[in-house]
């Protein structure tokens, strides 16, 4: 990838509706994106990277998540891309750790979170399912929360095991 991705950025509206309550206010935010998803590329392997990509599932997720009464519970959420999914869960008053395995994808993700207004709930970094430990110097300790999400995530069969043991 190259290191004017973070800096392509464009501004664009998405707006999280819970489910429940019904009567439940809408919450919207402009967030930061990669203003050409396709053109970031994993380094090393050439292929477009996907944390840069606004997936429809990562809103959805959002809505559900809100329509929960997760207030000031600890959460995880893990290959959080552009981060808008952990934000708007932040905005209920959860501290959420915010993870991916790209740094440029946690650069978005802090930015994001910031222009939410819950830079003081959240954490982004460097988290691998298949080496947690390296995380530990950062106060990643598994085992410890109350609620563990992550969307568009589990594409790749051989990640579902290294993942349940991270999150657990």
Known sequence: ??????????????K???FVPPTASAWEFNFLRVTKPEQTQVTNTGQTDVWAYLW???VLL???????PIGGAKCLEVGCGLGITGAAVA?????????DTV????????RNC????????????????????????????????????GSEVLYISTCLRPLAQTAT
């Open 1 to 14: 990838m190259t290191d004017s991705a973070t800096s392509d950025l464009t501004d664009e509206l998405v």
């Open 62 to 68: 959002g809505e559900i998540l809100l329509s929960l």
């Open 114 to 149: 910031d222009r939410a207004g819950v830079q003081r709930q959240t954490r982004c970094f460097a988290l691998n399912w298949h080496r947690p430990d390296a995380a530990s110097a950062v106060g990643f300790e598994p085992g410890t929360y109350d609620l563990v999400f």
């Open 16 to 18: 999280f509706v819970p």
């Open 91 to 99: 905005t209920s008053g959860a501290r959420v750790d915010l993870t």
């Open 103 to 110: 740094e440029e994808a946690l650069a978005v993700a802090r």
């Open 56 to 58: 429809g599932c990562s």
